[in-house]
C-alpha cells in the first residue's frame, strides 16, 4: 500500500510540473530562449556567442547607429582584444550568467558599462 502511495504522489507531482508554470518562454527568459528552466543549454564559447548571447538577453542591440555605443560588432571587437586568460572569463562569465544578470539600467539601447560586470572583467 505504501508503494501504491508513493507512485501516485511521483505521478501527481510530475503531473503538476508538466508544461506550463515551469516553462521560460523567450529570448528574456532565464535561458535567453526558453524551454524549462532546469535545462539551459551551454552558450557557445567564442567572442562571437557571447556578444550574441547578450543580444538575445536584450543587454545590448544588434546594431546601434552610433559610432562608440556598444552593439553586437563593438562587443566582438572588444571581446577579441583582449588577453586570451581575460577573454575566456569574460566570455565564460556571460555564457553562465542568466538574461535578468546581463540586462543593466538602460539596456539594450544605451547600457550602462559600469552595470557590465562581466565586461567589466576584462578591464585592467
Not at 582584444?81 to 539601447?109: H, N, Y
Request: glycine content about 10%.
Amino acid at each position: 500500500m505504501k508503494g501504491f502511495l508513493l507512485a501516485s504522489l511521483v505521478l501527481a507531482t510530475m503531473s503538476a510540473c508538466g508544461t506550463g508554470d515551469d516553462v521560460a518562454l523567450g529570448a528574456r527568459a532565464n535561458c535567453a530562449q526558453g524551454g524549462a528552466l532546469t535545462d539551459c543549454p551551454d552558450a557557445e564559447r567564442t567572442s562571437e556567442g557571447a556578444c550574441w548571447r547578450l543580444v538575445d538577453c536584450g543587454a545590448i542591440p544588434l546594431d546601434h547607429p552610433e559610432e562608440f555605443r556598444i552593439d553586437w560588432g563593438t562587443c566582438v571587437d572588444g571581446l577579441d582584444g583582449l588577453t586570451a586568460d581575460r577573454q575566456r572569463l569574460v566570455v565564460s562569465c556571460i555564457a553562465a550568467s542568466t538574461c535578468d544578470q546581463l540586462q543593466v539600467d538602460g539596456s539594450p539601447e544605451q547600457p550602462n558599462r559600469d552595470q557590465m560586470y562581466c565586461l567589466r572583467l576584462g578591464e585592467d
